[in-house]
């Protein structure tokens, strides 16, 4: 049976108050817990109140004034539909706090912070009418002359649905509709060639677009990134562009996914495992370990409950996820705002973090023994080398000492999105910039022999499917012990075990290492029908090299315990025996 609480108590909107007040409440709240809200939204008030505090040092600024004309914005606005049909659209504490930061925050030279925003909220929490109110306001009032804003889909058919939300608003608004030309399919105001119109990817031309805003409803969608980086590149020639994306969760947790791709990347931005000045991200869901049949736990996927979204609505669709287990995925994703796949994120970051441990000093691992895994990239890509040392530390817990490389051009590329960390990461010192488009296997294979000299590396695992071959041969015919591994179920169970085991007994030690600490958090598994595991990196988004090397120095380290592993003496749960490629000399 559902956990039923009352509904909290919300803040009660008025104009006496002044938007910087609804604002400070609403962030007090949900940082004292009097708004129900998840992890992220959480993170996301105090990355607003963090920049307020140190924004200064990297050129950015709040201006409230500005923040205060946005949200005042849609009071000229009226709903066109429903039980509000002709009322002033009110928006809601958390919708004023978005559009406040929004279209608050500026940089040094006066142009505006923000060019990208991804909201993602459950179904039924008027964010389709939010943006509409969104591109009305970039179309009309964001003081663009030749403003060109588009409501963005797929398909034109599909934009115009999104579209007439904008539409019907202007004829419910007289205040709007004395100035805007209505026509089929297109809003304008001719004296200042201002136009916000709907936009398929499926036109016949679409060159010469010059995007001061563009709205994406619905971004999970969108099965190819085509609208998505169209719409971002188009925005090149504007001062204050806006891409205004926002959804609710989808299935599709793959590297080709545009709307995983960006919920990933506002998660990473708001946990700190990136930066990214000019992106937003406000994502409304439910934590990990919530229970989903918890009614208060529903408010954090649903911040309009009560409102445009109805409590008894969600008991009967949770009602209907408890007797119908085939519903269960589409409450959670719908209704509940989770993503759903078979494929699963692997390692809790809360967990990774308590195995930190101390910074590591190389010079105090001189001459120690260990285990190496290296997981060598393609041409263009990430490359890592990882160092195990088994219970090294005085209380016993293991040390990961990591490498990572990377093409020089990786730090430039525009198609990298992840170029400008690439780059501090480089200047701290964490990664390697080999020069040109290409790894250099030379440079690889040096620091690998100056750490053999180093350190007493006992043997080293090489990932046997991918680039490792030649490498491979040229560390045995330097006297190293080199073994390829495979990365099936049968070859990565057993480490993928080993490493769950380790990081639940708090026995590894990786100093904070901030490149896999990200791999960390982008690394998804598989499991076969046995409940096997392995790394898949079709589904990861972000890297995972370090990880996979890890997985493979600690294949080794496991093969050469005192005491056999239960995974070399029972082999894998359900097929037995284990696999080993050895290339010695």
């Not at 934009?159 to 007439?164: D, F, L, N, S």
């Not at 046997?464 to 080199?482: D, K, N, P």
Request: proline letters at 3%; aromatic letters at 8%.
């Amino acid at each position: 049976m559902p956990i039923t609480v009352a509904p909290p108590k919300r803040t009660k909107i008025t104009r006496k108050t002044g938007t910087a007040t609804i604002v400070d409440r609403y962030i007090e709240g949900v940082l004292n817990g009097t708004v129900i809200a998840g992890e992220l939204v959480r993170l996301a008030v105090k990355r607003h109140l963090l920049d307020l505090q140190k924004g200064k040092k990297r050129g950015l600024y709040f201006d409230e004034a500005a923040a205060e004309k946005a949200v005042e914005f849609f009071s000229y606005l009226k709903h066109s539909k429903g039980e509000w049909a002709g009322q002033t659209f009110k928006l809601e504490p958390w919708q004023i706090f978005t559009v406040w930061v929004i279209f608050g925050w500026y940089q040094a030279d006066g142009t505006r912070r923000f060019r990208i925003a991804y909201i993602e909220v459950a179904r039924k929490n008027g964010k389709s009418q939010m943006g509409a109110g969104i591109g009305l306001k970039l179309a009309f009032a964001d003081d663009e002359s030749g403003a060109e804003v588009y409501s963005s889909a797929t398909k034109k058919d599909q934009a115009i649905i999104v579209h007439g939300e904008a539409v019907r608003m202007v004829k419910a608004s007289p205040d709007l509709l004395d100035s805007i030309t209505v026509m089929k399919n297109s809003l304008s105001r001719l004296e200042r060639n201002q136009k916000y119109e709907p936009l398929g990817a499926d036109e016949d031309t679409l060159d010469g677009l010059n995007v001061h805003g563009a709205i994406i409803d619905e971004l999970h969608a969108h099965r190819t990134r085509g609208v998505f980086d169209l719409m971002d590149t188009a925005t090149g020639a504007r001062r204050n562009p806006l891409l205004f994306a926002i959804t609710t969760a989808g299935v599709d947790q793959t590297d080709g996914s545009i709307c995983w791709e960006q919920h990933v990347y506002g998660e990473q931005l708001m946990k700190g495992l990136i930066e990214d000045d000019k992106y937003f991200a406000f994502i409304c869901s439910m934590d990990d370990k919530d229970n989903w049949q918890d009614e208060r736990n529903w408010y954090k996927a649903n911040p309009n409950l009560g409102v445009s979204k109805k409590l008894g609505y969600m008991r009967d669709q949770a009602a209907k996820a408890a007797k119908m287990p085939g519903f269960l995925n589409t409450f959670l994703r719908l209704d509940l705002n989770r993503w759903t796949q078979q494929t699963t994120r692997w390692i809790s970051m809360e967990l990774w973090e308590q195995n930190a441990g101390p910074p590591i000093v190389e010079r105090d691992l001189a001459g120690a023994m260990c285990y190496g895994g290296l997981d060598l990239s393609s041409v263009s890509d990430l490359t890592a080398w990882v160092l195990l040392f088994p219970n090294n530390m005085p209380d016993g817990r293991s040390t990961i000492l990591c490498r990572f490389w990377c093409p020089e051009s990786r730090l430039t590329d525009e198609h990298n999105r992840y170029r400008e960390q690439y780059q501090v990461w480089a200047r701290e010192g964490w990664l390697t910039a080999t020069p040109g488009n290409a790894i250099d296997y030379d440079t690889v294979k040096a620091q690998v022999l100056h750490d053999a000299a180093t350190f007493r590396v006992q043997e080293i695992a090489v990932d046997r499917l991918f680039q490792g071959y030649q490498l491979s041969m040229q560390l045995a015919e330097e006297g190293l012990t080199v073994a390829a591994c495979g990365m099936g179920f049968m070859s990565m169970a057993g480490p993928c075990s080993e490493l769950e085991r380790r990081l639940l007994g708090h026995t590894l030690r990786h100093g904070g290492n901030p490149l896999l600490r990200w791999m960390a958090n982008n690394v998804s598994v598989k499991q076969d029908p046995a409940g096997n595991k392995k790394p898949d990196k079709s589904s990861s988004q972000g890297k995972i090299d370090g990880i996979v090397a890890l997985l493979l120095a600690l294949d080794r380290d496991m093969r050469h315990q005192t005491q056999a592993s239960v995974y070399e003496t029972r082999g894998l749960i359900g097929l037995g025996g284990a696999e080993d490629g050895s290339i010695t000399t």
